[in-house]
Antibody, heavy 120, light 107 residues
Framework: QVQLVESGGDLVKPGGSLRLSCAAS????????MGWIRQAPGKGLEWISY????????YYADSVKGRFTISRDNAKKSLYLQMNSLRAEDTALYYC?????????????WGRGSLVTVSS | EIVLTQSPGTLSLSPGEGATLSCRAS???????LAWYQQKPGQSPRLLIY???SRATGIPDRFSGSGSGTDFTLTISRLEPEDFAVYYC????????FGQGTKVEIK
């Protein structure tokens, strides 16, 4: 079955950097778009970024464009999110997600999330 | 950016009753790429409906989605105790945006 396990969340100071990882299993990783969605404490869902199966297409929300970089290593079945110039408003639980199918890009599979706290 | 507005903010209902949740888009959602998710406290969201009206794998048939263009609806025909949760709509026709959520609570 599809499993997505995030790691790398931590407490970081404003202006700092952090790299999240997502280990995938149970499916042909390179066949699917993958992405990141975040949820601030007590708030709703916010799409951050997604990447095509071969890694050549990357897309970002305006709120993180120029600060965050999504990447993937298909050989390692892993997804990454490099976060630079972090701000207090980036504090959130970050979910790794996979598109539902090759024919539909809704987010059919979610990890349990990795908590990022930006505070001095 | 396509802005999604969900209503009502909170729905107070009893088990066995039906629920109707609305999601209105600020402009037409291309190809009706509209999804619905359920999130329970402390859990990750779960995909219920994609493409406005298709149920995801394993989703009970008491959940149904309808609508097109700018107006979409999630209907729960008879609320089970496990259905009390927060529901989000999401469009993925032009970039990706989420609605702010509707909480379905026990009356």
């Amino acid at each position: 079955q599809v499993q997505l396990v995030e790691s790398g969340g931590d407490l970081v100071k404003p202006g700092g950097s952090l790299r999240l990882s997502c280990a995938a299993s149970g499916f042909m990783f390179s066949d699917y778009y993958m992405g990141w969605i975040r949820q601030a404490p007590g708030k709703g869902l916010e799409w951050i970024s997604y990447i095509s199966g071969d890694g050549t297409g990357t897309y970002y929300a305006d709120s993180v464009k120029g600060r965050f970089t999504i990447s993937r290593d298909n050989a390692k079945k892993s997804l990454y999110l490099q976060m630079n110039s972090l701000r207090a408003e980036d504090t959130a639980l970050y979910y790794c997600v996979r598109e539902y199918s090759a024919y539909d890009m809704s987010f059919g599979y979610w990890g349990r999330g990795s908590l990022v706290t930006v505070s001095s | 950016e396509i802005v999604l507005t969900q209503s009502p903010g909170t729905l107070s209902l009893s088990p066995g009753e039906g629920a109707t949740l609305s999601c209105r888009a600020s402009q037409s959602v291309p190809s009706n790429y509209l999804a619905w998710y359920q999130q329970k406290p402390g859990q990750s969201p779960r995909l219920l409906i994609y493409g406005a009206s298709s149920r995801a794998t394993g989703i009970p048939d008491r959940f149904s989605g309808s609508g097109s263009g700018t107006d979409f609806t999630l209907t729960i025909s008879r609320l089970e105790p496990e259905d009390f949760a927060v529901y989000y709509c999401q469009q993925y026709g032009r970039s990706v945006t989420f609605g702010q959520g509707t909480k379905v609570e026990i009356k």
